[in-house]
């Protein structure tokens, strides 16, 4: 019985051997046939499923790539490429908090054993990624929240001021109560200026820390004083910002219906 077992595996393993050598050419077709056939003959082997999902990463089929690496770590958690490979597929679904968790669990195996390998910064520049993603969808929302209700609320100041008959200017033109009202209202929101300058954003961008700048201050930042995100003091450089596009559209919405703060900016 012992024998037919090892005469199995050994049999899976010449249809890996077989497998690698087809992807080494590229040919994913005939790669995913000799994975199926050793995963056919010898299931519980976690390389043979993650093997097949790296033929589906290829071919970017992301359900296909989902389900393979799922069983890979479902028989091995400690596989790198695994967690890799399931936060890409889960990256394509936008499951960006889930993608981030496995991102980390990959970069987390590589540091425990000391590994340089170039996959460690392959691991890294998606997970920045990831976090990014996930940053902009949770921003977004909040900014149009925030905007949704200062609009709410200088709709219901000019609302009572109207009914007060308050709204226009003194006689004196003087600014009265509801034009002073109005302007503390719309005071340039914290989350649309740089922390470096105070000043509202131009060209923002984001770090891989999750904090946004204005591009030529941080630039000046890492060329003149180092290679750091200066809040975080995390190690960057100049390849790993992102332009952050929630904020800058932000920035237009918010400079559209707030014309004075245009000054600013000059």
């Not at 690698?20 to 000799?34: M, P, T, V, Y």
Request: charged share 30%.
């Amino acid at each position: 019985m012992a024998a037919g077992g090892d005469g199995v595996a050994q049999q899976a393993e010449l249809r890996r051997i077989e497998g690698n050598a087809c992807f080494k050419k590229a040919r994913l077709g005939a790669a995913i046939d000799c994975y199926t056939e050793a995963i056919a003959l010898c299931p519980n082997v976690a390389v043979y499923w993650m093997n097949r999902a790296l033929c589906h990463f290829r071919r970017k089929e992301w359900a296909k790539v989902e389900a393979d690496s799922r069983r890979a770590l479902a028989l091995d958690a400690t596989l790198v490429k695994g967690h890799y490979l399931l936060g890409c597929a889960l990256l394509d679904k936008e499951e960006f908090s889930l993608a981030i968790k496995e991102f980390e669990k990959a970069l987390n195996l590589l540091k425990s054993e000391n590994s340089t390998d170039k996959m460690a910064e392959d691991v890294w520049q998606v997970l920045a990624k990831a976090k990014y993603l996930d940053w902009e969808k949770h921003s977004t929302e909040r900014v149009w929240r925030i905007q949704s209700l200062k609009e709410a609320c200088e709709s219901a100041l000019q609302e009572h001021h109207f009914l007060s008959d308050t709204l226009v200017e003194d006689s004196d033109g003087s600014s009265n109560e509801y034009s002073e009202q109005i302007k503390l209202l719309s005071e340039v929101p914290d989350y649309l200026c740089c922390q470096i300058t105070f000043e509202i954003f131009r060209d923002p961008v984001i770090t891989p820390s999750g904090v946004t700048y204005e591009r030529a201050v941080l630039l000046e930042h890492l060329d003149k004083v180092g290679n750091f995100d200066p809040v975080t003091r995390e190690p960057l450089k100049e390849h790993q910002l992102v332009p952050n596009l929630a904020i800058k559209e932000a920035v237009q919405a918010y400079l559209k219906e707030h014309s004075w703060a245009y000054k600013l900016n000059c």
